[in-house]
């Protein structure tokens, strides 16, 4: 199902270790928030800043919620491109057990058609 969707949609994945706090970003997620490739842990202090302000405690409440137990959360979010214009993206997530860890919490991201952002951003905020 991944790959049907990854087909007509560019997908995201990242991934944040519990133990060391460290989350990892693939090519094409870095590429949604404009910054170059790196085989290492990205700055979440520039990821921060490139998050819409009034998204940014609900995407962090998210992760922090399924870094805290066993969950699953999906959120509607902007990314600021150039400049000061923001595109729309979906982020899911989820806790996962890691043998020998205190696991980590893996997701998705997708940019959002944009007629479809201010629906889909406000049942998700709703709730």
Not at 19 to 41: A, I, K, R, W
Not at 81 to 88: A, C, H, I
């Amino acid at each position: 199902m991944v790959e049907i969707f990854s087909t007509f949609n560019a997908l995201g994945y990242w991934r944040h270790d519990l133990d060391t706090g460290h989350t990892y970003f693939c090519e094409t997620l870095l590429g949604f928030f404009g910054l170059p490739s790196t085989e290492g842990p990205v700055n979440m202090m520039e990821i921060s800043a490139r998050l819409h302000p009034d998204d940014l405690s609900r995407v962090m409440e998210a992760h922090e919620g399924a870094s805290a137990q066993p969950m699953s959360y999906q959120k509607i979010h902007r990314i600021r491109k150039e400049g000061d214009s923001y595109r729309w993206y979906c982020s899911t997530g989820r806790f996962r057990a890691k043998e020998g860890t205190s696991g980590e919490v893996v997701g998705i991201t997708w940019e959002v058609v944009p007629h479809r952002c201010e629906g889909m951003h406000r049942l998700m905020t709703e709730h």
